[in-house]
């Protein structure tokens, strides 16, 4: 049964029709939810749902006023533009644009994980045919103006839990980080360090839940003082794994949270004279293009930073055409790849 609209609030909108803000307001949800209830989306509870139609028959709804029509674009929001990630997940993106004969138009946030306003009136202006947001988060308002002007958003590799109802993509990084302790475990390792992304991002989190995971099954004690939680940048990386093997015990392999923490791994283990991998494995994640040049040549784990990309652009593509997404959250394989920088640990 739908609840009742409190009296006070139905004297609070005027006569005839409402827009999309006023029926969010007499049904107490957000104008993402009564958007997507006006244009037939599946993802709404059904006692909200209910709500939302019955007072669309009573009162009416609507449209606000709006250009005519939507510009071919897709909105891509990058939280920096810096190496072969960026790149790597716009060729995905690109791809799917040619294919449907759209333009793409890329924003930075010079490191913030959130965009300004600015940003927002600006994707409005242009009417993209939707928006990729990759490892960066909206504001629950700005999330709000998107859905309620038909914009769709779908999060790339979010940096947090991703929004409730929010289409996202990611990567499998539970069975990354499960696959490289795996690894290291197989090649004879005990004492391995850590390196991890942020504390607070859902993919760092998920690699080292996977990695610990691993280490439980195998029976390998995991040592809390042997793990540090980075930036992925490659400058932290290389400040904390020296913490790590200027240890008294040092770890004989550290599993590293992206390709550019691991890059600091091997600047700190140049620096105290540690060779690897004869006296340390050393473990990535994303196998960027640069994996393969390092010297020696790095371990990592794959994940599909292409495929990624693309599926974004045919989620939004998808969205914007009316259709219902078959699932809202689609994760691809991540595979380990096997290179010179593991060995079995110096006896």
Not at 226 to 238: K, P, W
Request: negative net charge.
């Amino acid at each position: 049964m739908s609840s009742p609209i409190p009296p006070e609030a139905e004297s609070e909108t005027p006569d005839g029709p409402l827009t999309i803000a006023q029926l969010a307001a007499l049904a107490g949800v957000s104008t993402a939810t009564v958007s997507k209830v006006v244009n037939g989306r599946a993802d709404v509870a059904a006692a909200t749902r209910e709500q939302i139609e019955a007072l669309i028959r009573t009162r009416g709804y609507r449209r606000q006023r709006r250009p005519a029509k939507t510009a071919a674009l897709i909105d891509v929001l990058f939280h920096e533009l810096r190496g072969s990630y960026a790149i790597e997940i716009l060729n995905g993106v690109e791809e799917v644009a040619r294919e449907h004969r759209l333009g793409v138009v890329v924003s930075e946030l010079g490191g913030r994980h959130v965009p300004g306003q600015d940003w927002v009136e600006e994707v409005l202006a242009r009417r993209p045919l939707g928006v990729v947001s990759v490892y960066s988060g909206l504001a629950p308002d700005q999330s709000d103006r998107l859905y309620s002007r038909d914009v769709p958003l779908v999060q790339l590799d979010p940096t947090g839990d991703p929004e409730h109802d929010a289409p996202s993509v990611g990567a499998s990084n539970w069975n990354g980080g499960l696959s490289a302790a795996r690894h290291l475990v197989a090649l004879g390792h005990r004492r391995i360090g850590v390196v991890a992304g942020p504390g607070d991002m859902e993919a760092a989190r998920a690699r080292l839940d996977g990695f610990r995971a691993a280490l439980d099954l195998a029976g390998v004690p995991a040592d809390p003082g042997l793990v540090r939680h980075g930036d992925f940048s490659i400058e932290r990386g290389r400040d904390l794994a020296e913490e790590l093997l200027r240890l008294d015990e040092p770890p004989t392999a550290i599993f590293a949270g992206n390709d550019g923490t691991a890059l600091g791994v091997y600047h700190a283990a140049a620096r105290l004279g540690v060779r690897i991998p004869e006296d340390l494995s050393v473990v990535g994640f994303d196998d960027l293009p640069k994996a393969r040049w390092m010297i020696p040549p790095l371990t990592t784990v794959r994940q599909p930073l292409k495929g990624m990309g693309a599926a974004a652009a045919r989620m939004v593509v998808g969205l914007a055409a009316g259709e219902t997404l078959p699932q809202q959250r689609v994760e691809l394989a991540t595979e380990l790849v096997v290179r010179e920088s593991t060995a079995p640990p110096r006896r």
